[in-house]
């Protein structure tokens, strides 16, 4: 294990050439970030979620029930036992041989069936105004911490050249509020991935916990190597975008449909302005290349600027989605009420729906066989993903 840590904590791979661990450690005139920092945000961690769960049930809950967003989910599938065995037991998605045998076995149309296992997958959805509640967390902790960015980076000078990030680097002393700044981010995204074990378990689990792991990873990578300054401003930058994609989704629940509009399309301009302009041109700019003429490239650095490399092309993908979706909301348009997050079926704005939309319950058996009538459905549900869109 010993050799293991030596091996991992390489100087030649974490610090540019001619630097120590030990010239870095802690003095009584300057304090640089130390990996074991970071050790508090795990207990950190379990408060944030603590305190979300408060949040939802004494002030999100209140909120939701004020603007009539109801408590309760879609029907409940008609109890059957031999539906539930096979959509538990063997597939949520039947297949069109399988529900010809089924429709067989229980003498019932295969367009119920259909309806009925659509039904059954809401169930273990999230209800509305538990989308509400979570949303409204995310939007109260994104608009804090983009404030506080904001507010910290302001007084910084590397907020107005991007060169500062580098000067003297990487003896860059850590004050109070970055080291603030960045263990309540981390916080945060470990408390999501906490969430997601103690949560409804949603289809975009491995999606979303891939997401928080990239998240906590570039977060911690740069504090280690003290690219610190740099990371506040790709905090910052990503978390404006967030604000307004949480507010458009508390409006969509509430079913206020124009305001959605009108914050859908604020967070399409400041997501695509955001991350594939400034981003590209002021932080990746100042990383690959004003690093490059005032460092010097090692091993450590090679890694960060192909994560941020990496996280460029996901924001080209995401904007691709989003005008994607706006132009098909804005066609749609035409003919009907304009909602850009239901026409994209985000799976957070949207129960599955289908061409019949009206819910029928399964007809009476004809036939009876081994024991139909047998099993109870969950609460209802409806479905979720965070930055997943889909059509």
């Known amino acids: 294990m010993a050799g293991i840590l030596v091996w991992f904590w390489n100087e030649r791979f974490w610090l540019p050439h001619n630097v120590t661990w030990a010239d870095l450690k802690n003095t009584d005139e300057s304090t640089f970030p130390q990996a074991e920092d970071l050790y508090l945000a795990?207990?950190?961690?379990?408060?944030?979620?603590?305190?979300?769960?408060?949040?939802?049930?004494?002030?999100?809950?209140p909120c939701a029930l004020a603007l009539k967003i109801q408590a309760s989910g879609p029907q409940k599938a008609q109890s059957n036992a031999i539906l539930e065995k096979v959509f538990t037991a063997i597939t949520k998605y039947p297949d069109e041989k399988r529900l010809e045998g089924l429709s067989k076995q229980l003498d019932w149309d295969v367009r119920t069936i259909q309806r009925w296992f659509r039904q059954r997958r809401n169930q273990e959805k999230p209800s509305t105004l538990t989308r509400f509640c979570e949303s409204m967390w995310r939007f109260t902790f994104y608009l804090y911490i983009?404030?506080?960015?904001?507010?910290?980076?302001?007084?910084?000078?590397?907020?107005?050249n991007t060169r500062e990030c580098w000067y003297n680097y990487p003896y860059q002393a850590l004050t109070v509020d970055l080291h603030y700044y960045y263990i309540l981010e981390l916080s945060f995204y470990l408390s999501l991935l906490f969430s997601q074990?103690?949560?409804?378990?949603?289809?975009?689990?491995?999606?979303?916990f891939m997401h928080h792991v990239a998240t906590i990873s570039l977060i911690t990578f740069s504090y280690i190597n003290n690219m610190a300054r740099v990371g506040t401003l790709v905090m910052c930058l990503h978390d404006a975008a967030d604000v307004l994609l949480e507010a458009a989704k508390m409006a969509n629940y509430s079913k206020c449909q124009r305001l959605c509009n009108v914050l859908f399309i604020m967070f399409a301009l400041v997501f695509i302005s955001s991350r594939l302009g400034i981003y590209p041109v002021w932080i990746l700019n100042s990383t690959l290349f004003e690093s490059w003429e005032i460092v010097g490239p090692y091993p450590s650095w090679w890694v960060f600027n192909a994560l941020l490399v990496l996280l460029q092309g996901l924001h080209t993908f995401w904007s691709y989605l989003i005008v994607k979706?706006?132009?098909?909301?804005?066609?749609?348009?035409?003919?009907?009420?304009?909602?850009?997050?239901?026409?994209?079926?985000?799976?957070?704005?949207?129960?599955?729906?289908?061409?019949?939309?009206?819910?029928?319950?399964?007809?009476?058996?004809?036939?009876?066989?081994?024991?139909?009538?047998?099993?109870?459905?969950?609460?209802?549900?409806?479905?979720?993903?965070?930055?997943?869109?889909?059509?």
């Open 146 to 160: 983009f404030t506080y960015g904001v507010r910290y980076l302001k007084k910084t000078p590397w907020l107005w």
């Open 42 to 61: 795990c207990p950190l961690a379990f408060c944030v979620f603590m305190v979300r769960l408060v949040f939802e049930r004494f002030i999100a809950r």
């Open 325 to 391: 979706i706006a132009c098909r909301a804005i066609s749609r348009g035409k003919a009907g009420k304009l909602n850009p997050l239901h026409v994209s079926k985000d799976a957070r704005s949207d129960i599955e729906s289908s061409s019949d939309e009206e819910e029928v319950s399964p007809p009476t058996q004809k036939h009876h066989t081994n024991g139909t009538n047998g099993a109870h459905g969950t609460n209802g549900y409806l479905s979720a993903s965070h930055c997943h869109y889909e059509h």
């Open 197 to 208: 074990f103690t949560d409804i378990r949603r289809k975009d689990f491995l999606l979303m």
